[in-house]
């Protein structure tokens, strides 16, 4: 069973709507990542929440601790956020401190 | 651009050869993580290192192993390589275990 379940695994979008990614995790996990990662691989992280909400251009990153859940919002999408969405649980692994990973969200913004 | 570089970007080897990957950590990084991630997948964990010591790894055979060096960066090695290491290897810095990840542009293997 994976820690971390993301949905949904496809997402298209016209420019200009309002997108939300969704992730649950289990317990154990004490922060959560989300990430993007564009074709050719490279990651780059967008947010680290523990707690509340972060917001950051039109992107925004909410976490619920006891419902476990955290969203992803992208305001006024446009073709260039395009990319894989991932969301990344911070896991304590004995003395190391491991990020899990849900499967990933595959969003298109068509103009 | 995160400081985090990692080389080659890309590789082709032949199933029951050796590989290694590098990677330059960000400056003040001293914990660096790899992972693996294979075609449509999610990324893996394979092995974390603090103060060039392991001190955890995933669920991966010990023919993958690993360096960190006293300036941080790091090797990630491959021994009797097999069709299934084909993937994109990440490295990722922090500066405390885990904490405020910077990921590289990963390299890509492909093991033919």
């Known amino acids: 069973k994976n820690e971390v379940e993301q949905s949904p695994q496809n997402l298209t979008a016209q420019e200009g709507e309002f997108i939300t990614i969704n992730c649950s995790y289990s317990?154990?996990?004490?922060?959560l990542h989300w990430l993007q990662q564009h074709p050719g691989g490279g990651i780059v992280s967008l947010f680290m929440l523990s707690s509340g909400k972060k917001k950051h251009g039109r992107l925004i990153a909410t976490i619920n601790i006891q419902e476990k859940h955290s969203s992803l919002h992208i305001t006024a999408s446009h073709p260039r956020d395009s990319a894989v969405y991932i969301c990344?649980?911070?896991?304590?692994?004995?003395?190391?401190?491991?990020?899990?990973f849900g499967s990933g969200t595959q969003l298109t913004v068509l103009p | 651009e995160t400081g985090v570089t990692q080389s080659p970007t890309h590789l082709i080897k032949t199933r029951g050869q050796q590989v290694t990957l590098r990677c330059s950590s960000q400056?003040?990084?001293?914990?660096v993580s790899w992972y693996q991630q294979a075609l449509g997948q999610g990324p893996q964990f394979i092995f974390q290192y603090y103060r060039e010591e392991e001190n955890g790894r995933g669920n991966f055979p010990p023919r993958f192993s690993g360096l960190q060096f006293p300036n941080y960066s790091s090797e990630l090695n491959v021994n009797a390589l097999e069709l299934d290491d084909s993937a994109l290897y990440l490295c990722?810095?922090?500066?405390?275990?885990?904490?405020?990840?910077?990921f590289g542009q990963g390299t890509r293997l492909t093991v033919v």
């Open positions: 317990v154990g996990i004490s922060a």
């Open positions: 400056s003040g990084h001293n914990t």
């Open positions: 990722a810095s922090s500066p405390v275990r885990g904490l405020g990840t910077f």
């Open positions: 990344a649980g911070l896991l304590s692994s004995g003395s190391a401190r491991q990020l899990t």
